[in-house]
């Protein structure tokens, strides 16, 4: 493993980029792949290139086999041939599929128009050039393929053009591939079969040897799951328009007429006591920080989503009544709320998107002292997107050897090593826990078993919702909305990987089963971050607890869950000699990663993950004393220190390893690098937080300040579950390979920061946001006479 767990990532995009000399090597590899199926490489080639001996080759092939097939006929008359190969059947093809076929080979040979389009829209096997430009891929042109329309008046064409991808796997992984362009009658198992029947002709001895995939339409069939997911979210869009209608045309009525104007009989009392403190619970470290608030807004008079008041105490209406005491004073008798329309009316505006999308998109500081967070929150949610832009593309380039140029020189580093923003989350979710908590305990609000009951419960219902609902929409929806080269396998892979553990997500231990974990086969594998983030708050609450009694105590924990995490981590990257060169020109040290070279041992578990999140605590807690005690005010010179070790820490991290690629790196140098980089560059954005918070911030401070990013940190959550999904999406859909240079990322890269963010609008809307409302409607205790 070249890159080691520093960043798998890293290794996938660089592993997919052949070095200079790869050419030579895949080029032999893949003639003794041929030979080893006793064909020539060199002449199935020069075949392929000439087209009126290939054409028929073909024709030929086609009408020996289909004359030996075996023919069987349907209950309602459909013929068919059985294709047999040399190593057993090769599958059932319907007479139209050979008929079409056949067809359409001759028309090639009568030089037809659209025959000759749709032969001139395929892909080449690899040639001399590939050896140049490193290029193993040619995907033809599906749209001239698809063009092709069937001809209902002429019967020319009598079908439509379908485009198909064909493959060959050997040795672990596609070698090359090239687009084909087939009659639509066929069924990709057909087509599998047919062209099976030309390489059995050419020598080839695997019924497999050709792998194709086609971009039928009933490639991607509506399956029960699918309409069941997506008659779920229509259900949930009806619910924004009714709630939105609602709020617009009836709610203030509503208010008016039914709650105000209906007193119930029976003392005075609220209609939603008070569960929760507004800063006691701590939402994920990705999402915005006001919204620790959302859970305890009705304390004191607040309302649900803004609609009933809570503290009667507090309604700005007159009385509806006035009644005489018993020693004949004038008092009031304050109406009670209708309960049955208090909920409603709640559950209601909890789904309006008039409500909703204002507070999405304000640009309100409500909290001065936090405002920073928003800036390194956005900021880092970028930059994970940039590095995912780049990883996921791995395996669609267009130019190889000049990507390999580009990734290999200095500045790419920043993308290399773009995990590090995963780190940056863990120090702000850590921060965040140990500064709300323990504000909470210091005011008293968090001593009953209920309220810890409640911060559980929030923590969980505040992220599970919206991440199932991206991971319907991932595995679900988007195989029906995507067509390109590979499509249908990309798709089923997925599938394939969500459909037994998609369980273990809600659970968040899918960082752990199965084990050992492999991020590359992983179902909705970015999400690993999730699962160590809940682990982390799930202990949370004994270290806070622990640290608010004592902090001698405290911090010694802190400590020693540090000193092991970190000797874990030296322990497992030496035991498995994984080496920190980012380029993947050293080998490991050894070979104990055995018959798994890609199982994740470190990069995903949270005994190694921890120190970042760790640091974060004590950021936090050293924050919590600054706001509860009176703390000598730095002296500048310590603030310039601070500030220059700090960037100058986060600069060595990312760009320290650029001098490893001229050298061998010793395994201890490995290993030092490996346990205290993400540790070290947690430290350095801890001093970030500390300093902005603090007021030692400077120019910096009053950039991440910057009211432009509050409404996009209320947005990062649903951007994180969703960007991937939108990334993906585009490298499916795309039909052509991938140009890779700095101005095709840019602009990939920007397009991918708009589309995810307003995805993530769009699902804030009708997943997120109203989950969130509904449970304030959840645990409120209505109380009737």
Partial sequence: M????????AEKFFSSIPKAQDGYETMSALKQHFAENGMDYDSVAELMSDDVRFVEFMTNGLKDVAKKAKIQVSPTGDRSYILDGETGPLGVVSARCIDDNLQYLSDIRNNVPYARRM?????????????YTLGFQDF??????????ENKTSGVPAFDG???????YAYGFPMVGWGICTPSTCTQDEIQAVYAIWWFVLGARESMFVVSECNSPNSQPWRDWDIAFLSIMAFMVALVMVGSSYEFFFHKRVLKNKVLRAPIKGAEENIYEETMDEKKMVDSSVDDPEAIKHAAEVKNGGMVNGGFQHDEKNLSHKPASLGVAERGEVQEKKPKVNLGWAILDGILMSFSALTNLPKMLSAKKSSSTLA????????SMWWVILGHTCQFYYGYFANPLQTYEIAYSFGFLAITNSTFSVDTFFVLSGFLVTFFTLKAIDSKKLQSTFSWGVFYFHRWWRLTPVYMAAMGIFVLLMPHFAEGPHNEGFHDYMRNACVNVWWTHPLYINNFYPWPYDLNI?????TWYLANDMQFFIISPIILVILYKSRKAGLALITSLMAVSLSSLAALTWYYGYTYNPYGTQPPYNDNLGDNPLKDTT??????RIPTYLVGMVTGYFCFLCETKDLKTLRRVYI???????LGTLFGVIYGVWGGTSRYIEQWESVLYLTLSRVSWGVGVAWMIFACLTGYGGFIGVFLEWGFWVPLAKMSYCAYLIHSVIIFSGVVFDKTLYHFNYMSLSYTYVGNIVFSYVSAAILSLVVEAPTMCLEKVMFGKFKTS
């Fill in 372 to 379: 920073a967070l928003n800036g390194i929150r956005v900021l």
């Fill in 522 to 526: 992983a179902c909705m594998g970015w």
């Fill in 640 to 646: 310039l220190i601070g500030w220059f070790c700090a």
């Fill in 162 to 168: 379908q485009y198909c991808y064909s493959y060959i």
């Fill in 140 to 149: 033809g042109d599906s749209w001239l393929c698809e063009s092709n329309k």
């Fill in 603 to 608: 990069y995903a578990k949270p005994y190694t």
């Fill in 119 to 131: 032969y001139r829209s395929r892909g080449q096997l690899p040639s001399e050039k590939s050896l």
């Fill in 2 to 9: 070249a890159v080691g767990q520093l960043n798998p990532h």
